[in-house]
């Protein structure tokens, strides 16, 4: 069957997710809703989750960091998306088990955080490993703040903790940069 069913099916699931939780709704109610058979969606998807997952890696796809230097953008148009369909995300989220959502915020916010990070690196004999590690440990720290957000109801004073955020990333990785070049001792 062609990816347009999938997608048929990801859309049919995200308008029911305007009104329901995930765990309220059926796989029966959502292939009546795309007028599709049964098998259909097993054929493309093993459960309603592997909708979600399907759709949260179509929008990772289309959110990459094209230039370190604008590392920010991808990330408040990210936040505002998710912002504009906070029922939906809100309404998967609390179905889903938080060690899921943790794994898919750790997933979207790596590219743009080692996008950040090696723009900090530039100029500094850091190692990639180095690197890795401030990468890890920044990525964390963006996944649980806005896993933070959502559980809060995501209030619009997001952006204000992005501000606070990139002044921390930015202060952070100058200072360890040049630190670690003074271990490399170089």
């Known amino acids: 069957m062609p990816k347009s069913t999938k997608n048929q099916i990801m859309s049919a699931l995200v308008g029911l997710l305007q009104t329901k939780r995930l765990d309220d709704i059926t796989v029966t109610e959502l292939v009546e809703r795309c007028g599709i058979s049964r098998q259909a969606f097993y054929y493309h ?9 399907y759709g949260i890696q179509q929008l990772l796809d289309g959110l ?22 906070r029922t939906l995300v ?9 060690s899921y959502v943790e794994h898919d915020l750790r997933r ?12 900090a690196a530039r100029g500094y004999a850091v190692t990639e490993d ?19 957000w959502v559980e809060r109801g ?7 903790r992005l501000d606070d955020f990139d002044i921390l990333v ?17």
């Open 45 to 53: 998807f093993s459960d309603l989750y592997g909708v979600v997952d």
């Open 64 to 85: 990459g960091v094209t230039d370190p230097e604008q590392w920010r953008e991808p990330l408040e148009r990210t936040l505002a998306l998710l912002r504009e369909n």
């Open 90 to 98: 809100l309404n998967v989220y609390r179905a889903y088990e938080r």
């Open 108 to 119: 979207w916010a790596a590219p743009l955080v080692e996008a950040r990070t090696r723009l």
């Open 130 to 148: 180095q690197i890795s590690f401030m990468t890890e440990l920044l990525t964390q720290g963006l996944a649980s703040t806005v896993l933070s």
């Open 154 to 160: 995501m209030p619009s004073s997001v952006i204000e």
């Open 170 to 186: 930015g202060g952070c990785l100058d200072y360890t940069m040049e630190r670690l070049a003074q271990k490399n001792g170089k």
